[in-house]
């Protein structure tokens, strides 16, 4: 069996998790860091010498670095559509997995943090406009994309929809003012129907 280290809040856990229940993987995940902790003992930092969650045990092999585990995971348990056949989306896969986290991920986390985080007296606001402004512009390019396809390659969920998938709960769902993005939102309320988005990525935010 699977087994993923990290709590089950974490955006990058929740990518793991979603994904491995889509490709109807047996996983058992373990609470580690945050108030939960453990992911400064010997043990953990052997594995995974960051300290940071997640961390994916398949036997004796040990993965870290969520997006990483992901195509791992499509690549060696999945089946197209989740695994692109064609190197031309698998390339196009890749784009779209490392814009989140080049890109998207670094004002997303400041918004995160300064919202749900951080109690409203203590808020940075410059800080939440530049990161509200950062991630607009991003999502923007997202949903430019999405108003020509049904998904990020296409017609079918891929691998690509996952790490943006578990970040667009979180830019849906944090009381700011946000501008309208039809397609965007469009995508995002299919991914909400799923049963399996629902129970791994659609967490209250904590
Ligand atoms: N690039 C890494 C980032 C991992 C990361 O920053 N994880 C956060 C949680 S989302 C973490 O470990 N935080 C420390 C903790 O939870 O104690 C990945 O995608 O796996």
């Known amino acids: 069996m699977l087994k993923v280290l990290g709590r089950a809040n974490s955006v990058n856990v929740q ?3 979603w994904c491995s229940a889509e490709l109807g993987l047996d996983v058992e995940r373990v609470d ?7 992911n400064d ?23 870290w670095e969520s997006n ?4 791992y995971l499509c690549e060696k348990y999945g089946t197209s559509p989740w695994f692109p056949v064609t190197l031309e989306n698998r390339g196009h896969a890749s784009q779209w997995m490392d814009w989140y986290i080049a890109e998207l991920h670094p004002p997303m986390t400041t918004l995160f943090w300064q919202l749900i985080r951080t109690s409203p007296d203590k808020r940075d606001p410059a800080a939440v406009n530049k990161a509200i402004e950062s991630c607009s512009r991003l999502w923007t ?4 994309h999405l108003a020509k396809h049904n998904y990020l390659l296409g017609d079918d ?16 769902s944090m009381d700011f003012p946000r ?7 469009a995508w995002w309320t299919r991914l909400s129907d799923r049963p399996l988005y629902k129970t791994h990525v659609m967490l209250p935010l904590t």
């Open 68 to 71: 990483a585990i992901v195509r």
């Open 32 to 38: 580690i860091g945050g108030a939960f902790g453990g």
């Open 15 to 17: 990518k793991v998790m």
């Open 141 to 144: 390019v997202l949903d430019t």
């Open 179 to 185: 501008p309208e993005l039809p397609a965007l939102k």
């Open 157 to 172: 969920l891929s691998m690509a929809d996952i790490p943006v998938g578990c970040s667009a709960y979180r830019w849906h």
């Open 41 to 63: 003992t010997d043990d953990y930092l052997a594995q995974n010498p960051n300290g940071r969650i997640p961390t994916l045990l398949d036997g004796d092999f040990v993965l």
